[in-house]
């Protein structure tokens, strides 16, 4: 179709589309799904081949945010049955996230949850980088803790940290609806901060929370604005106890169609499949590995995610193979664009530079959703992998037990999922 022909060659120019075409994205029909798929991976390939990049998270902080993002099962008010805990050590974040780069991740993303931090949080993070990279020096860190202050940003840079993540998560007009106890603008300016101090940009959205596709074409435009050097994609899991626990908006052709757009209006950047890909995409994850070229691995924040060794035979099996550590994540163009940031790539929006990129999307403190939960037992949920489908009871009633609260990993005494 038109459409696709004129967004494939914009993709590999790495131009721009028009609003209007990434609106038709997220129109297409049903029918044109793996037309569009097909289309946005010709992109994905054009820029990052076939390597899929892993990424890990370690929740340094679990619970307790006085923040009130209503996606959030760390909010303010939340009734979600997660695991609460105050910082690990440096030692326990280091050994958490040793599991996690056994497994094949690249990168890994601490995350603590609360507004933002302080200036002796900062210090405790500073020493969970050094334990982490004593123990293994190439590895990327990227750092999710709320809203930044000044000179934090520098002082993270400056202790090894590689990114920050910090998720817009929808379009400035309906921010308010989400959250009231920080504004779009604070999210904006904690970006720049980190942009600012070099630190690789990581900014990216959630869909299902009930926006318009105008919402979403808005925040992703505005992501290429501000200059975001990986974008992750999450997909709303309705936590029982939040705001948003009845939204179950997706279907897993509406997350490809919502991928494909975020490829097309950002052909160069990581774009990631985050928060949610279990549970919404499904038997379909497969093919969102067409159009975005990383995922976490394992476990998300507060919820379980898909077996580590699943994600990695997923990925063989679609004829991937996952990037390797020594190999640069972004195209070379972005690095020798001299507009560079962080060990990924610089400023300049979706389009712009870098050698090594990162990316993340957590689910607190100014990230993205991590989860879903079950009225399960911990001992039941070790192990197990998200339903593979999203319905209903006889009553109607909304099934939460197709997702499973996070029981293992960092913060208890059970292995990580990886």
């Known amino acids: 179709m038109d459409l696709l022909d004129t967004l494939t060659a914009k993709g590999l120019r790495r131009e721009t589309p028009t609003r209007e075409e990434a609106l038709a994205v997220l129109a297409t029909t049903d029918d044109e799904l793996l037309d ?3 289309a946005a991976g010709r992109v994905r390939r054009q820029w990052f081949g076939r390597r899929v990049k892993l990424n890990y998270l370690v929740n ?8 009130d993002c209503n996606y959030c099962s760390q909010r303010l008010g939340s009734k979600a049955e997660i695991l609460k805990y105050t910082w690990l050590k440096p030692e326990q974040a280091a050994e958490a996230a040793a599991a996690g780069l056994a497994g094949g991740a690249k990168r890994v993303c601490l995350v603590a949850s609360g507004r933002g931090p302080t200036d002796r949080d900062i210090d405790r993070v500073a020493d969970t ?39 817009l998560n929808t379009s400035e007009a309906t921010y308010g609806d989400i959250t009231t106890t920080h504004t779009y603008a604070d999210r904006v300016d904690t970006v720049s901060k980190a942009h600012g101090a070099g630190l690789s940009a990581c900014s990216g959205l959630i869909a299902g929370m009930g926006e318009t596709d105008e919402d979403l074409v808005d925040v ?8 975001s050097d990986s974008v992750p994609v999450n997909f709303l899991i309705p936590f029982e106890g939040t705001p948003l626990a009845k939204e179950w908006n997706l279907t897993p052709q509406r ?3 919502i991928l494909a757009m975020v490829r097309f209006v ?17 038997s379909m994850q497969p093919l969102g590995l067409h159009i975005a070229n990383s995922i976490f691995l394992g476990d998300y924040l507060t919820s379980e995610g898909q077996a580590g060794q699943t994600d990695l035979d997923m990925i063989a099996d679609a004829g991937f193979e996952v990037e390797g550590a020594g190999e640069p994540t972004l195209p070379r163009h972005r690095s020798e664009a001299g507009l560079g940031g962080g060990c990924g790539t610089g400023g300049g929006g979706c389009g712009s530079s870098a050698d090594a990129e990162q990316a993340h999307a957590c689910g607190t403190g100014g990230c993205g959703p991590c989860g879903g939960h079950t009225d399960a037992p911990a001992e039941t949920a070790v192990g197990a992998s998200v ?10 009633e909304v099934r939460s037990d197709l997702v499973r609260v996070r029981r293992r990993g960092a913060g208890t005494e059970l292995a990580p999922n990886a």
């Open 220 to 227: 992703v435009f505005a992501l290429r604005e501000i200059g």
């Open 36 to 38: 569009v798929v097909a």
């Open 255 to 257: 997350c490809l169609r």
């Open 129 to 167: 980088i050094a334990a982490i990279k004593d123990a293994n020096e190439a590895v990327e860190v990227c750092a999710c803790l709320g809203l930044l202050s000044d000179n934090q940003a520098e002082r993270l840079k400056a202790a090894g940290a590689d990114a920050y993540n910090h998720n």
């Open 60 to 67: 340094l902080k679990s619970g307790l945010c006085p923040e």
């Open 266 to 282: 950002c052909p160069d950047v990581e774009v990631r499949i985050a928060g949610g890909r279990e549970v919404h995409l499904r």
């Open 387 to 396: 339903g593979s489908s999203v319905g209903t009871h006889e009553n109607d």
